[in-house]
């Protein structure tokens, strides 16, 4: 009687059909993979695949790797690199944007046979949850007449926090022109309004900072300028025109024409009698 070595049993399944004998398909193989923590919005993560093979040495087959996710709103379709018959691979995943939670990602690694052609390896992704920073509005720069107050619309918002929980606040870079406590902030919601009110008898320029805190602390934040104008004030009367201003911190120039601007010396009061000494024109300048 004829034998078959023991040495060929793993590989052979004798499968009377006639007189034809049919060869068993080795399923392929892939090594586990680790389950993974990221934190929320970090962008993409690249996974490597190892062990990838058709599960015998002798089984030359084109290999086919895919995956598929539980939770697509969390970890949308896992992009998968793999060229036949690597043993590596990579898998790329990319977290939905302000998404956290767990999803199962399944990689399947498929020969092409009839049968025992598959094998699968799950894994858990963990998207941990960060807190977002709110969101605040630009605001242009502003031009305002001394005195006069001014209404600005803002608009805020956060991904966790309701707006209505967000609290604005701002600050000024010249406390003797905008002083903070001249900031006011009115509106609800995500449609805030700022109403800046500046000191009265001042002009020139403020840096202000506008600042959203959410109830994690976290902030948002811009500035803009706002420039406050002079307001002067020429009467014509009998003898001779009048100039007139109100700004403590003004100080009263004049030139003639194409001449260079000088200070009124000795420095001029308002109201400001203008002698009659040719065509002359008059500004304000900051002290």
């Not at 040495?7 to 007189?19: C, W």
């Not at 000191?199 to 420039?227: H, L, S």
């Not at 003898?239 to 001449?259: D, F, M, R, Y």
């Amino acid at each position: 009687m004829k034998t078959t070595p023991c040495s060929l049993l793993p590989f052979l399944v004798a499968v009377l059909a006639g007189n034809s004998a049919v060869l068993a398909n080795s399923p392929p193989t892939l090594n586990p993979i680790p389950d993974l923590t990221l934190s929320e919005d970090s962008g993409n993560h690249v996974v490597a695949l190892a062990g990838i093979s058709s599960g015998a040495p002798e089984e030359v087959q084109t290999l086919t790797v895919t995956a598929v996710t539980s939770d697509p709103n969390l970890i949308p379709a896992p992009l998968v690199q793999y060229t036949s018959p690597n043993a590596t691979g990579a898998l790329t995943l990319t977290p939905a944007v302000n998404a956290s939670g767990t999803a199962t990602i399944t990689v399947i690694v498929n020969d092409g046979q009839p049968a025992d052609n598959t094998v699968a390896r799950s894994f858990v992704v963990t998207v941990v949850p960060v807190n977002d920073l709110p969101t605040l509005s630009d605001i242009p720069d502003q031009i305002v007449d001394e005195g006069k107050a001014t209404a600005i619309a803002v608009t805020v918002s956060d991904v966790e926090t309701p707006a209505s929980s967000l609290i604005v606040s701002g600050s000024s870079s010249n406390p003797a022109l905008i002083p903070a406590t001249n900031l006011a902030f009115g509106g609800s919601g995500t449609n805030r309004i700022l109403t800046i009110i500046p000191a009265p008898k001042q002009f020139g320029t403020a840096t202000i900072n506008v600042i959203v805190t959410d109830t994690a602390g976290a902030t948002a934040r811009t500035e803009f300028q706002v420039m406050v104008n002079a307001q002067i004030q020429i009467k014509m009367a009998e003898a001779s025109p009048i100039v007139i201003w109100s700004a403590t911190n003004a100080v009263l120039q004049h030139c003639i024409e194409w001449g260079q601007w000088e200070d009124m010396l000795p420095e001029a009061t308002s109201p400001y009698s203008v002698p009659p000494s040719g065509a002359r024109f008059y500004r304000l300048r900051k002290r």
